[in-house]
């Protein structure tokens, strides 16, 4: 069973930089094609899909991040990350990683899958990130 440890969130003014890094343990070796991804959800809004990293290395974002986000692994450590510049008050959410057993995924598909589940496998509990002045 896969585990998904977020950490990284904290509070930082508009404008302001955070890296939000996912440890996943207990992979088993046959499961070296998960995609993964980032999620968040704002207090009294629903949960959407951020940015993806396929098991080929290639990522996808949402239009409101792009240009803003990075998503990165490090295969060494099996550590997700990501990384948000030039971050603005409605980026402010509970962030959470999330793993799918599949090569590649496609953010329009992620979506129309809806909540709960998005149709991911594995999910952390998520680490908070406020946008404040």
């Known amino acids: 069973q896969v585990q998904l440890v977020e950490s990284g969130g904290g509070s930082v003014q508009p404008g302001g930089s955070l890296t939000l890094s996912c440890l996943a343990t207990?992979?088993?070796?046959?499961?070296?094609?998960?995609?993964m991804l980032w999620f968040r959800q704002a207090p009294g809004k629903e949960r959407e899909v951020v940015a993806a990293?396929?098991?080929?290395?290639?990522?996808q974002y949402v239009d409101s991040v792009k240009d803003r986000f990075t998503v990165s692994k490090d295969k060494s450590t099996d550590t997700l990350y990501l990384r948000m510049n030039n971050l603005r008050p409605e980026d402010s959410a509970m962030y959470y990683c999330?793993?799918?057993?599949?090569?590649?995924?496609?953010?329009?598909?992620?979506?129309?899958?809806?909540?709960?589940?998005?149709?991911?496998?594995?999910w952390g509990e998520g680490t908070e990130v406020t946008i404040s002045s």
């Open positions: 990293l396929n098991s080929d290395g290639t990522t």
């Open positions: 207990d992979i088993p070796y046959r499961e070296y094609s998960l995609s």
């Open positions: 999330a793993a799918v057993h599949s090569h590649s995924v496609n953010l329009g598909a992620i979506r129309a899958l809806g909540a709960p589940n998005f149709g991911m496998d594995y």
